[in-house]
């Protein structure tokens, strides 16, 4: 005997049809203002539009011209063309372009050089800085220099940049790396030291003593906050059905979230993005939500948002639950 699927096809048809498509990709930024309609009267519930060099994440001690940067920073500030950020015994971390993290460690210095939609480019001036590229849009530019060198991302991937020594490594994905007249593509576990002049000689470094520096460390635990606050996205997702990619404010954790264009991906590090079309579907204290490969029940509390900006679709929802940014979770299902 043959049961019938229209019932459920036709209220997942409904959902998405009703679903307010704002493709809202402001001048000069990833996404609109983010929607501030939402039951929060602390500072850290309200953020500012985000684009690239939006401020996200601050641990210790951080500055640029003089200012402190501290937490509640975060969603406030964001570097202009030419502006610095520096760090003393601490750690920053910076959005690019949609699904790019750049990560500096302690005693570094960077200046934004250009925050172009499509050509954003960073300097690194001293110390050191990773940049975790979960996803790389066609026909933009990502690049960072380091003293006369740049190394332009090709794809999605890791990337570790220092001054002392002077190198830049790939722990995942594809650089171009150009020095005077002279272009070098290196990739995984390659790097080039540019002690030795312009010859960008390529050649393969200690992985596992790499992953233990403290910025990896560091970095690969704010991939996870990150992958962690993706997923509640998606499995709190009643009466929100986001479109297309770009960021988001999340009131709750006070710092800004990444939704990728579409399907599913890993980061470099190995944690899972949801994408795409999520309905929220609650009944009996349960919910389903699409993860990639199917759906799948989830039982838990409803988690606030204010929704994904840029491709995507303004509005969000809220409710109770609770998260700790540091918790586990968050990666390979």
């Not at 070098?184 to 002049?197: F, M, P, S, T, Y």
């Not at 596992?208 to 403290?214: E, I, L, M, Y």
Request: charged fraction near 10%; charge should be neutral; hydrophobic fraction near 30%.
């Amino acid at each position: 005997m043959k049961t019938s699927s229209k019932g459920p096809l036709k209220l997942v048809v409904g959902l998405l049809a009703s679903a307010t498509c704002v493709l809202a990709q402001t001048s000069g930024t990833y996404n609109n203002n983010p929607y501030n309609n939402q039951p929060y009267n602390n500072q850290a519930a309200q953020a500012e539009a985000v684009r690239p060099g939006s401020l996200n994440y601050v641990e210790g001690q951080v500055s640029t011209g003089g200012q402190t940067l501290s937490p509640q920073s975060v969603g406030h500030f964001a570097l202009q063309p030419g502006q610095s950020l520096e760090t003393g015994n601490g750690y920053a971390e910076v959005l690019l372009t949609p699904g790019a993290f750049l990560r500096v460690g302690p005693n570094s210095q960077f200046t934004l050089a250009s925050a172009g939609l499509t050509n954003t480019m960073v300097t690194l001036n001293r110390g050191n800085a990773m940049v975790e590229a979960d996803q790389v849009i066609q026909g933009t530019h990502l690049e960072v220099t380091v003293g006369h060198t740049s190394a332009d991302m090709m794809k999605k991937g890791l990337y570790g940049f220092s001054t002392t020594p002077q190198d830049v490594r790939v722990f995942d994905g594809k650089l171009s790396v150009v020095a005077m007249n002279m272009t070098r593509e290196i990739g995984k576990n390659n790097q080039v030291l540019l002690a030795d002049g312009d010859n960008l000689k390529k050649s393969n470094f200690d992985e596992n003593q790499a992953k233990s520096d403290p910025l990896y460390v560091w970095s690969e635990a704010r991939s996870r906050d990150e992958a962690n606050q993706n997923a509640l996205v998606a499995q709190n997702s009643y009466g929100y059905s986001p479109v297309g990619g770009g960021w988001f404010w999340d009131p709750n954790l006070a710092y800004y979230g990444f939704w990728p264009t579409s399907g599913f991906l890993y980061s470099p590090f190995g944690f899972g993005f949801y994408g795409g079309y999520y309905p929220g579907f609650y009944g009996g204290g349960y919910g389903y939500y699409h993860r990639g490969f199917g759906y799948a029940r989830y039982n838990g509390g409803v988690h606030g948002f204010s929704g994904v900006h840029g491709n995507g679709v303004g509005g969000g929802f809220h409710g109770g639950g609770g998260f700790h940014a540091a918790g586990g979770g968050g990666g390979r299902r």
